[in-house]
């Protein structure tokens, strides 16, 4: 468990800038004069970065050592945190910054799970990978959490700071310890580079790239909007009932529960089947998103709580998504299946941020219950017909 500990904490180091943007969304967003359709432009770029950076990036690591991509995504996630501390002033400047950062992301996450997994295998494969899948919430908590705390106190430049800072030391780590990455014996035929045909073949790990893409869609929808949603729900709240932390402290608790849920997930799906536990997750959580938006006048304890339900649902299935992937993809195709995995899910990543701000638009305006009751509907319908898409699928697949 060395080697897990290790990457758990370097990704956790990389991601310290992750929710800078989303934790000041709101000042940002009142700052700059930003839409709502604008404000979540700016957090979809995030993940456009990633997507953009994954299948070159992660598919590499067949060929090359991976400790060389995880140290160039460093690069990339610091030029961008220092970017946006320096130079953003507006949506465009935002926009171009919040792509590198998303990129680093894309240039580490991946290849450092590629990392874990060729070097372990079985159950102890599955174990460690779901607990660097849970070292992505600890990542995103700690980045909420703190960059919360320093933008309220020093200003969101201030925050970027910090978050340029993590990745100056997940780069060292990487340097000092990280093992080498899997790469083709001599003499052993490369793979095509960018050829991802044999991963779309294979039927054994499209169904877990499909769910990954749902989960995500999900996910981190509601991840950039989480902060805004607790903000509005405050303001709804009688006098005499005031909030006694702030939301971007609330949003970093939630995110706690990320990491147990998704261990915990992981432990369901290896004694119960992956694809019960998966389905099971998945469903609720999306059916509870379709409601949950309606809720913001509520008293703040409970829709706190039914955002710690949701967050927990969310995450049930994500590492078992992810080491279904794993297991299921032959060792010298596991860099492509990660780059085609990542890429199709962090893509619609991309769309679910936008989506979010539109509906909140098209629904009437941030100050309208009905607007989030309806934007949280718009992240929470693919999982909620989750077990219909399976069903759908399962019969294409016996034609």
């Not at 060389?68 to 501390?85: D, E, N, P, T, V």
């Not at 991840?223 to 405050?234: E, G, K, P, Y």
């Not at 019960?276 to 379709?290: D, P, Y």
Request: net charge positive.
């Amino acid at each position: 468990m060395r080697l897990a500990l290790l990457m758990c904490a370097s990704e956790v180091l990389c991601m310290t800038g992750f929710a800078a943007y989303t934790t000041l969304l709101p000042a940002l967003q009142r700052e700059w004069s930003l839409s709502n359709s604008e404000a979540g432009l700016i957090s979809g770029v995030y993940y456009a970065g990633y997507v953009v950076a994954t299948p070159v990036l992660t598919s590499i690591t067949d060929r090359v050592d991976a400790r060389r991509i995880y140290l160039l995504a460093c690069g990339l996630s610091l030029a961008g945190a220092a970017g946006f501390a320096l130079f953003a002033g507006g949506l465009w400047s935002a926009l171009a910054f919040q792509f590198l950062i998303g990129a680093g992301l894309g240039g580490s996450y991946m290849p450092g799970l590629k990392i874990l997994a060729d070097h372990l295998e079985g159950s102890v494969q599955a174990r460690a990978v779901g607990f660097y899948t849970a070292s992505f919430g600890i990542g995103s908590t700690f980045s909420i959490l703190i960059c919360g705390w320093i933008g309220a106190a020093y200003g969101w430049q201030a925050a970027f700071a910090y978050g340029a800072a993590g990745p100056v030391a997940a780069a060292l780590l990487a340097s000092l310890a990280m093992p080498r990455g899997r790469t083709r014996a001599a003499g052993e035929p490369a793979p095509a580079l960018l050829d991802f045909r044999p991963v779309l073949k294979n039927r054994r790990t499209l169904p877990y790239i499909l769910g990954y893409s749902a989960h995500n869609y999900e996910l981190f929808g509601q991840r950039s909007w989480m902060v805004a949603f607790l903000v509005f729900s405050a303001s709804l709240q009688p006098a005499d009932a005031p909030m006694l932390i702030g939301a971007a402290t609330l949003a970093a608790i939630i995110n706690m529960l990320g990491p147990v849920m998704s261990v915990s997930g992981n432990e369901l799906a290896i004694r119960f089947g992956r694809t019960r536990v998966i389905f099971t997750f998945m469903t609720a959580s999306g059916l509870l998103a379709c409601v949950i938006g309606y809720t913001a006048a509520l008293p703040w304890a409970l829709v706190f709580l039914l955002m710690c339900v949701h967050y927990g649902l969310m995450l049930g299935d994500s590492a078992a998504l992810t080491s279904g992937a794993i297991a299921s993809a032959p060792p010298d195709q596991r860099g492509a299946t990660m780059a085609v995995y990542s890429f199709l899910g962090f893509s619609s990543a991309v769309f679910a941020p936008l989506v979010f701000g539109v509906a909140l638009d098209l629904g009437g305006g941030n100050r309208n219950p009905v607007a989030w009751g309806l934007a949280f509907t718009s992240i929470g319908v693919f999982g909620a017909l989750s077990t219909l898409g399976r069903w759908l699928y399962l019969g294409r697949a016996r034609a």
